[in-house]
């Protein structure tokens, strides 16, 4: 069972201090030993990727090596044997895009020439393993492309959900096309440092939770005491993030994604949800 887990903040100096914040909310070991881990982060608009070595015990959110970056996106996953890990670990990259893929699309080996023949030939040309997943962020791409917003840094979230939304779309009719009986399960989470776009087609989960600034955290030292005037707490009550995972261990402050529903988290950390 593939798991997802990715984060947006408004303040990337406390970015370790949110995975720690969350540490042990999610279960980034449920199901199936994983084989194909990494973690996606930003460093100063640069795209980092950390892969961890497979079938090693998975570490807990506040144990992430991630830098001070405003967003992360991780993905673990039990790749099939005779699978090529270095073409198939997710989280993908495009540019400034991160792209992770939990759920499975019906009758995808028979519609996936069809669904090849739809993307220009660089994109093409970039998709190089067996899931879903990167065809499907391939697809997302194009419709970026065609709105001339790839790597447009004034793209407004509800504009890029919308085309997250009409990927999920047109992979469920092209599953249909190819016979398929059942609806795509899809999720679809993506990030360009700047936003946080998550997506759910069907029946997988997916939840979000809203971190509101606080005045405590056990990692910088700081609680009810520390004075007021400090920065550091100052900045602590100012931040605003935003999760989104698979594998909540406790529904408790968490809010399910529903069906259908695709939303859009801005660098305040404001959401939008908007139908598929």
Not at 24 to 46: F, I
Not at 85 to 101: K, S, V
Not at 199 to 224: N, P, V
Not at 236 to 260: F, L, Y
Request: glycine share 8%.
């Amino acid at each position: 069972m593939s798991k997802v887990f990715a984060l947006l903040t408004s303040d990337p100096n406390l970015m370790r201090c949110d995975l720690q914040r969350l540490d042990g909310e999610v279960d980034l070991a449920a199901g199936p030993q994983s084989n194909a881990v990494s973690l996606g982060s930003y460093a100063q608009e640069v795209v980092l990727l950390q892969r961890y070595a497979s079938e090693k015990a998975l570490p807990r959110l506040g144990e992430l090596g991630a830098p001070e970056s405003e967003a992360v996106l991780y993905h673990a996953d039990r790749l099939p044997v005779g699978w090529s890990l270095e073409e198939n670990t997710q989280p993908f990259r495009f540019r400034q895009w991160l792209f992770g893929q939990i759920g499975t699309l019906p009758a995808f080996a028979a519609l996936r020439p069809r669904l090849l023949s739809l993307l220009p030939e660089h994109l093409q040309r970039n998709i190089k393993g067996d899931t879903a997943g990167e065809p499907a962020f391939a697809l997302f791409l194009k419709h970026l492309r065609d709105a001339g917003a790839t790597d447009d840094r004034a793209l407004e979230p509800a504009l890029a959900a919308q085309l997250l939304g009409k990927t999920a779309r047109e992979l469920d009719d092209l599953a249909r096309e190819a016979g398929a009986t059942d609806r795509s399960s899809l999720c679809f989470v993506a990030t360009n440092g700047r936003m946080l776009l998550a997506a759910r087609a069907g029946s997988t989960e997916l939840y979000t939770r809203l971190l509101e600034g606080t005045d405590r955290c056990a990692r910088c030292g700081i609680d009810a005491s520390t004075p007021e005037t400090l920065p550091l707490k100052r900045a602590h009550r100012r931040r605003r993030t935003v999760a989104v995972a698979s594998n909540p261990v406790s529904p408790s402050g968490w809010m399910e994604i529903a069906a259908g529903t695709v939303i859009a988290v801005d660098r305040s950390g404001n959401v939008q949800r908007l139908p598929i």
